[in-house]
């Protein structure tokens, strides 16, 4: 093989595969993309960097909300967001899920929540990318009995942004509840598979 | 050698005659600034007459009529284009925000399940509670 060969091969493999540079990006099955159709409400995000760094230019620095959003997507790569919400249960399957949860089992990825809810049945996986001891992305599986979310942020997040970014935005951040009389959830942290 | 060069006396006497102070005449001061300002009214007049005449000329007037007209389109469709980016700016921040409110709220559930069952443990499995790290 020449050597032009050799070095063109790389080249042709990274141009027809262009999924091999988004390796990082949530790819959801077929499956899940089809209950759009069934879902009442759907929410579809798709930003990748030079869209959030746009779009963070409209954030007002007057706005207490929007000033921390525009820091936290500062270093962003990405957000990609998909939320179905649905009028009955059972409107995907356990299968769906896993298809896209089975995408993070990698030794890239670590799982550090992951609840199953015999209680209500939500079940949230949150699983975590790090990159030289320092977060790269975030990907966090909802499913709840009529709603599936699948979030992908893709980039550099401190850990405080991170607690911004669930106690902001319109939420209330989390107060600790009394005491439960009985365990409502199985909850696994830390898992790395 | 002239009568003067033999005399020096007649050069000075010649020369004071000739450089001697004279007043100007009565209303001197006045003619000057008279005709001065005469000067100056010709030449605006010159001037103002050679624009009204370029502007009466049809090609120039066509000219600048399309000139401004080009501006003003020009300006319209600038205008235009910064009105739609702006409002494309608003609906991308107004995504933004979503996104962000929704991986808000997951993670603030995952948090409330986690904390569920932290709070719940200690009276269903005291020996199993072992610290783990928080997210």
Known sequence: ?193 | MTETNKNPNLIEDALRNALHREDAPEGFVLQVLARAEQQNSAEQDAQSASWLSMISQPLVRWAALAAVSISLVIGGVHYRNLQRQRAEGEAAKQQLMLALRIAGSKLQLAKEKVNEINTSRPESQPQNRSPRSRS
Not at chain 1, 74 to 101: C, H, M, P, Q
Not at chain 1, 162 to 180: H, N, Y
């Open chain 1, 1 to 193: 093989m020449s050597t032009i060969t050799r070095n063109l091969v790389p080249l042709i493999l990274l141009l027809a595969f262009p999924a091999v540079l988004r390796a990082q990006e949530l790819k959801l099955p077929p499956g899940v993309e089809k209950l759009a159709s069934k879902a009442k409400e759907t929410v579809e995000v798709n930003m990748d960097g030079p869209m959030l760094h746009w779009a963070s230019k409209f954030l007002s620095a007057e706005d207490p909300e929007e000033r921390k959003a525009a820091k936290l997507v500062a270093n962003l790569k990405g957000i990609y967001v998909r939320s179905y919400e649905f009028s009955d249960e059972g409107a995907y399957t356990a299968a769906d899920v896993e298809a896209v949860r089975a995408q993070f089992r990698s030794p890239e990825w670590s799982r550090v929540v992951g609840v199953r809810s015999e209680h209500d049945g939500d079940n949230v996986d949150v699983f975590f990318k790090l990159e030289n001891e320092k977060m790269a992305g975030i990907v966090i599986i909802s499913a709840e009995a009529k709603e599936l979310t699948f979030v992908n942020i893709i980039g550099p997040l401190e850990v405080d942004q991170l607690a911004d970014l669930g106690g902001e935005f319109g939420i209330p951040k989390l107060k600790t509840k009394p005491q439960s009389s009985k365990p409502l959830a199985k909850a696994d942290k830390g898992e790395q598979k």
